[in-house]
């Protein structure tokens, strides 16, 4: 059995590597959304194009790839996806999610085979978790139903190229 002092010691290891982490993550979010605010998301035409195949293409199964992009002053620039292998199916894509290491990348973006973009439970502990921001576009997978989130599952806005779209949420019509 461990004595008082040596179970204090323990306990406090896990907590300061706990504090850490989250101290680390607090730092990298407010970077993005706090005192370097990003001012603008633009979303290259192409990957809008590619999302929308994609989504298509998978039906009625779910996929998620990553955004890959830059920061281009106070600028996010998504221009590319970024694959991973993943085993999907009709209920979810989640299962073995592999991060793209060697890549930068800023957010995710999955598909809903129903017609809502609203985030699910399960998105909202994958958005926590993976990246600052987050697509879901539903079926039929046109780009008006492309819906953009930030990590904690609030609506944020992207334009394509120079145009500036609010994406409409079916649930609230
Ligand atoms: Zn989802």
Known sequence: MKSKT?????????LRRRNLKERILKKLKSFFFGEYRIRRIVIKSDV??????????????????????????????IDKLLYQR??????????????????????????????SNTPS???SFLFGKYGLIHLIISYPYSQE??????FKGHRIYFEIKDKKI????????
């Open 6 to 14: 040596e179970k204090n010691i323990t306990e406090n290891k896990c």
């Open 48 to 77: 809008i194009k590619t999302i929308m195949e994609f989504a298509k293409h998978n039906h009625p199964k779910e996929f998620v790839a990553f955004l890959g992009g830059k920061m281009r002053n106070d600028s996010l620039e």
């Open 86 to 115: 993943f085993y999907s199916s009709s209920d979810s894509a989640y299962f073995r999610i592999e991060i793209p290491i060697n890549e930068k990348f800023f957010g995710t973006v999955h598909n809903h085979p129903n017609n």
């Open 121 to 123: 439970s399960e998105d």
């Open 145 to 150: 139903d492309i819906a953009g989130y930030d």
């Open 166 to 173: 609010k994406s409409k949420n079916k649930e609230n019509i």
